[in-house]
């Protein structure tokens, strides 16, 4: 879960010709795991969305528009946003004065610590996060909202308490609330639909039913099952993908 060691340095702009089949390569080379998952039209969508977001934080050199790229692959679709990572948002959007490729290198450094707190100089915290979640019980009866959002906490902790200890109460709030109207939107609205929601943006990232690596979770939340069919059917290709991603690691 580690960023490329390359400095961040003056390149050519990513408006150049070959740059699109160049971060193709990059992301080929340096995520084959991901690349398995993704397949051919899946790296290339990653490419897009990296070199059209990034623009939108006026990130415009090659270095800077790949670690964007990066980024998403490391971090998950909307990290910019993500409020599970609030500094990521903060840096891209302040001191906009700044030379884009010193906001870059700040991007980098913090990630890079963040990574190495959160998931592990080797991606030991993330790996075993992963195996923790296969034996994780996903019903729950909270009487309350209080209750509901307590229970939430303690099952964080106890699948990725790395993780979990980034999280300010705000942020916690935050992700709580994003995923409880991600299940509204999706028709699972209930406490299992919120809390599948909230452990998967927990894990995956918070875009992860419009992220291409889990293409299974947008097809399932996007069909016209029932409730309980669909949560059901995301239950157990959640588990699936858990399973072959802790075997490859």
């Known amino acids: 879960m580690l960023i490329r060691s390359a400095q961040i340095e003056l390149f050519d702009n990513a408006d150049t010709p070959h740059f699109t089949s160049k971060l193709t390569a990059h992301i080929r080379d340096d995520f084959p795991q991901h690349t398995a998952v993704l397949g051919d039209e899946g790296v290339r969508e990653v490419v897009r ?82 195996s923790r979640l296969l034996n994780e019980p996903v019903q729950i009866n909270a009487t309350s909202s209080a209750a509901f959002g307590k229970d939430v906490s303690q099952r964080l902790d106890r699948v990725w308490p ?19 109207a991600k299940a509204r939107l999706y028709k699972i609205e209930s406490q299992t639909g919120a809390l599948m929601c909230i452990v998967m943006m927990f894990l995956l990232g918070s875009g992860f039913d419009k992220d291409p690596m889990f293409a299974w979770a947008q097809k ?16 157990q290709a959640s588990m699936t993908c858990l399973r072959q991603w802790c075997a490859k690691s």
Do not use: C
Request: net charge negative.
């Open 49 to 130: 969305y990296g070199m059209a977001q990034s623009k939108t934080h006026q990130f415009t050199q090659q270095s800077t528009v790949s670690l964007f790229t990066d980024l998403t692959l490391l971090l998950g679709r909307h990290f910019d946003t993500d409020p599970q990572i609030p500094w990521a948002s903060w840096m891209l959007s302040a001191d906009a004065a700044l030379p884009e490729l010193d906001r870059g290198q700040r991007l980098h450094t913090a990630a890079t610590a963040y990574l190495n707190e959160v998931s592990g100089p080797a991606n030991e915290f993330i790996d075993a996060a992963q």
């Open 162 to 180: 790395e993780k979990n200890r980034q999280l300010t109460e705000e942020s916690r709030s935050a992700l709580i609330r994003d995923a409880v």
């Open 220 to 235: 399932i939340l996007s069909s016209d099952l029932e409730r309980d069919a669909k949560l059901q059917q995301l239950h």
